[in-house]
Nanobody, 124 residues
């Protein structure tokens, strides 16, 4: 069992940067694949990025590749998403998710634990 709490959302101008973080409870954080998803108003929740147990493998949605970086600190039970060169279309609620699986998952159904989300708004 793991509980997730996101932080770091906010309002930023297009072209700017923002870092969102997720703090996880529990002593087995390092056994979970961690992911970030986002949901814009009126749209489905979509995959953004994921990172393997040890952090050696990552995966990104094409729309954020080269702009976003996912990282984790297993000693601190945290996972972060550094977002650079933000665009108005990045505006969404960003959710942290955890999956007790072997490989990286990129679909919502593969993740069993979710945070409450943090709002990211990018103004043009």
């Amino acid at each position: 069992q793991v509980q997730l709490v996101e932080s770091g959302g906010g309002l930023v101008q297009a072209g700017g940067s923002l870092r969102v973080s997720c703090a996880a409870s529990g002593r087995t954080f390092s056994r979970y694949v961690m992911g970030w998803f986002r949901q814009a108003p009126g749209k489905e929740r979509e995959f953004v990025a994921a990172i393997s147990w040890g952090g050696s493998t990552t995966s990104y949605a094409d729309s954020v590749k080269g702009r976003f970086t996912i990282s984790r600190d297993n000693a601190k039970n945290t996972v972060s998403l550094q977002m650079n060169n933000l665009k108005p279309e990045d505006t969404a609620v960003y959710y942290c998710a955890a999956a007790s699986r072997g490989g990286i998952g990129t679909t919502r159904g593969e993740y069993g634990y979710w945070g409450q989300g943090t709002q990211v708004t990018v103004s043009s």
